[in-house]
């Protein structure tokens, strides 16, 4: 038996866009703004017989700009690619004007989620600077070639390694890495159970915060987060933020709160699990109860099948008999819904308007009655058991009740 539900590598990271050239400028006393060097050849330069990818010109006054954007990341969208770079501004008496402006610009495709290259044209910005401060490695033309064979290295080594080591002198090296990009978790809120995709016990350390040890101690799968925080003796928003915080790095999933008065449909993806082998040996490992004879998949799949938008949990365990065929109920509900095919129905009160000044009710719970609070909220933020709540709206013939 599994305890914890694994998700893909593909769920939540966003790799890193190749690059499709990078190329370096500096401003010219005489020339003006030069475009030095730039791999491959003729994607922003002009040669004969080929197009260059970029037009330079229309765009050299944000590659090489005004000193009020120089040292700040300046990303331009041109046509069908987005140009990235940390311009560089030097001030010192020995350059004829004063100033040494220079810029190393990585290309990508127009829509590429450029994230993961912002700390890394930063970095880039950083080292040619101290390198130019140090030993004026970019004014020296004898130095400033071998420009070309990091540019060369570093679009090769990032496109197929995502990361580089390149050499510069007896002393310097330019170290980079990319690392995958997370998106934002979704907001966190006090009626949904995390549920575990790694076991947390074994991340624990020392440095982690006094709060996220008290939550993370009473993560089980079965208690919702206001719960977690009223027992662990924390603020429920601290809780939330703690929740979000694990969320972000992909050790837990939010589900909805498991009781057998829930309804469940299924939903177009569970043809995925056919397909997948691997994913049906994970959800007979995980929803097996411990020590028991596992289903065949087949069973399990025909018992997700019979699962309907009019049907309850309840009725569905003693219409299907699943008592009796070893399977942790609610685990199997859990699997199905951090699987994506799995549906909750829920249960949302209306109270009409003009209804709302005769009710007799409690009148924060009136507000909490307006189409977009389902039970699991209502119960979770009043107080009140399922029962309870049925049997106090359910004396109220204005009420009517969405399942959605």
Known sequence: MSDYIRIGADYRVSTPPRLVSVFFTMFDDDLGRSLLYEVPEGSIK????????????????????????????????????????????????????GILI?????????????????????????VLTSLEVESEFLWKLETRSTVYNIIEQLLEDLNNYCECQIPINETNALNLKLFPTYPNPQPVYDYQVPICTVDLNTLIDMNWDITVKKVVAHINGVLHVKKIAEIADVDCKLARECMEHILYYGCIIMIDIFQFSNIYAIRPEIMRIIEDETIQAECISYVTKPGATAPPFSKIFSLYCSLKRDVTIKMWV???????????????????????????????????????????????????????????????????????????????????????
């Open 318 to 404: 003693e219409e299907n008999k699943v008592n009796s065929l070893n399977i942790d109920t609610r685990r199997f509900i859990a699997f199905g819904v951090t699987k994506g095919f799995l549906q909750r129905i829920h249960k949302y009160p209306v109270l009409p308007a003009s209804a709302a000044s005769s009710c007799k009710l409690d009148p924060h719970l009136k507000k909490l009655l307006n189409g977009r609070h389902h039970y699991d909220d209502i119960c979770t933020s009043e107080g009140y058991s399922r029962e309870n709540l049925d049997k106090l709206l359910g004396d109220i013939p204005q009420i009517k009740f969405i399942w959605k």
């Open 102 to 126: 220079f810029n190393l610009s990585l290309v990508f495709d127009h829509g590429a989620d450029t994230s993961s290259y912002e700390p890394v044209a930063r970095k880039i910005a950083r």
């Open 46 to 97: 002009s040669l004969p017989n080929s197009t260059p990818l970029i037009n330079f010109s229309s765009i050299s006054e944000y590659i090489i700009p005004k000193p009020d954007l120089c040292g700040h990341l300046v990303s331009i969208c041109t046509g069908s690619y987005k140009v990235m770079g940390v311009p560089v501004l030097i001030r010192n008496k020995k350059y004829p004007r």
